[in-house]
């Protein structure tokens, strides 16, 4: 394992997540989307260099989450996460812009899913953050 990559993209990943959550305050639905996407990639990168893997370089947290044979809740929930890497930032992948198509409601369901992540595998990194 590499203890302080894994502990950099944690603590990265957890900041991303404490950002949606506070984009939803001030409106930035769209951004919220995003971070939470960015939260549970970098958690997923943390896990490979938990697991002593090279970190893959890539976006689909999908194909994140099949790799570390992750329980299929968690596959099919990285996802539905996975489009809004494109879809909340790009206007052009929509009729409407990003932000016209995220609401209170899609921004803070995108966060509950990201921390559905972080619960799951609490047990995994909880021992890099007691160091």
Do not use: C
């Not at 689909?60 to 494109?86: C, G, H, M, P, V």
Request: no cysteine; glycine share 2%.
């Amino acid at each position: 394992m590499n203890e302080k990559i894994a502990i950099k993209w944690l603590k990265q990943a957890l900041h991303d997540l404490e950002m949606a959550e506070k984009n939803i305050a001030i409106g930035g639905y769209d951004v919220a989307a995003f971070l939470a996407h960015q939260s549970v990639e970098k958690l997923l990168k943390s896990i490979f260099a938990i697991n002593g893997k090279k970190i893959p370089r890539t976006h689909y947290i999908d194909e994140l989450a099949r790799e570390l044979k992750l329980e299929k809740r968690l596959i099919d929930a990285a996802s539905e996460l996975t489009a809004d890497y494109t879809f909340s930032r790009y206007p052009d992948v929509s009729e409407n812009v990003p932000y016209e198509e995220y609401d209170e409601n899609i921004a803070r369901e995108k966060v509950t899913m990201a921390k559905i992540f972080f619960k799951s595998l609490k047990k995994i990194y909880n021992r890099l953050l007691e160091k």
